[in-house]
C-alpha cells in the first residue's frame, strides 16, 4: 500500500527556522516526483514546489521561489521541506503529494499543520 | 505561468441535484486537466485525470469534460457526502503544476 506520512503539527516563532519530512512506503520512492502543497487557514491549495528523488531535480514555483527549500534522502525514503527564517504568513497546512502517471496526483500525506507566532 | 479560473467559487445545492463546476484555464493545455475533492480537515483526493478519466473507486456520478481551455466537472446526482471543496488543477507543464481556487459546494 502506498503512504506518504508527514512529520507532527509545528509551532514556532518568527525569524526560526524549520525543516518538516514526508516518508513514503509501499512504491519505488525514486521513481515518481513528490510535490510540497501548500494551504494557508480558509484558502485554497498552492503548488509550491516539487523534486525528482531519483536524482534530487527540484524546483520551485516562481511564488516559492527564495522561500522555501525543497530536499529528499532517498537512502531514507524521505522528502523534506524547510525554511531558514519563518514568518506569521507562513502558517498554514503543509501537504506533501506523489506525481503518478499521467500527473495526477494520486496520493496525499496527511498534511503538517506549521503555525507561526510571537 | 499558467491560471486556472473556477467557478462559481461557491455554491449550495439539494440532494439529487446535478451540478457542474467550470475551470478554464488561461492558455490551452490540451487535455492535462484533474479534478480533486477535499473535505474539511482532510487532504484532497483526485476525482477525475486527463479531462475525464475516473480515479479508481470514485462514484459514476462525477464526470468530466471539455478540452483546450474550458473544462467541466459534473455530479449527475449530488449527495450528502459530496460536500466540500472541488479543485481543478492542470498538469500541462509537469512537473510545475497548477490549481484552480476551489469551488466549495454545501448541501442545502
Known amino acids: 500500500e502506498v503512504q506518504l506520512v508527514q512529520s507532527g503539527a509545528q509551532v514556532k516563532k518568527p525569524g526560526q527556522s524549520l525543516k518538516i519530512s514526508c516518508k513514503g512506503s509501499?512504491?519505488?520512492?525514486?521513481?515518481?516526483?513528490i510535490g510540497w502543497v501548500r494551504q494557508m487557514p480558509g484558502k485554497g491549495l498552492e503548488w509550491m514546489g516539487v523534486?525528482?528523488?531519483?536524482?534530487?531535480?527540484?524546483r520551485n514555483s516562481p511564488s516559492f521561489e527564495g522561500q522555501v527549500t525543497i530536499s529528499v534522502d532517498k537512502s531514507n525514503n524521505t522528502a523534506y521541506l524547510q525554511w531558514s527564517s519563518l514568518k506569521a504568513s507562513d502558517t498554514a497546512i503543509y501537504y506533501c503529494?506523489?506525481?503518478?502517471?499521467?500527473?495526477?496526483?494520486?496520493?496525499w500525506g496527511q498534511g503538517t499543520l506549521v503555525t507561526v507566532s510571537s | 505561468d499558467i491560471q486556472m479560473t473556477q467557478s462559481p467559487s461557491s455554491l449550495s445545492a439539494s440532494v439529487g441535484d446535478r451540478v457542474t463546476i467550470t475551470c478554464r484555464a488561461s492558455q490551452n493545455i490540451n487535455n492535462y486537466l484533474n479534478w480533486y475533492h477535499q473535505k474539511p480537515g482532510k487532504a484532497p483526493k483526485l476525482l477525475i485525470y486527463v479531462v475525464s478519466s475516473l480515479q479508481s473507486g470514485v462514484p459514476s456520478r462525477f464526470s468530466g469534460s471539455g478540452s483546450g481551455t474550458d473544462f467541466t466537472l459534473t455530479i449527475s446526482s449530488l449527495q450528502p457526502e459530496d460536500f466540500g471543496t472541488y479543485y481543478c488543477q492542470q498538469s500541462y507543464t509537469t512537473p510545475q503544476l497548477t490549481f484552480g481556487g476551489g469551488t466549495k459546494v454545501e448541501i442545502k
Open positions: 509501499g512504491y519505488s520512492f525514486t521513481d515518481y516526483w
Open positions: 503529494a506523489r506525481l503518478g502517471q499521467q500527473s495526477k496526483i494520486d496520493y
Open positions: 523534486i525528482y528523488p531519483g536524482d534530487s531535480d527540484s
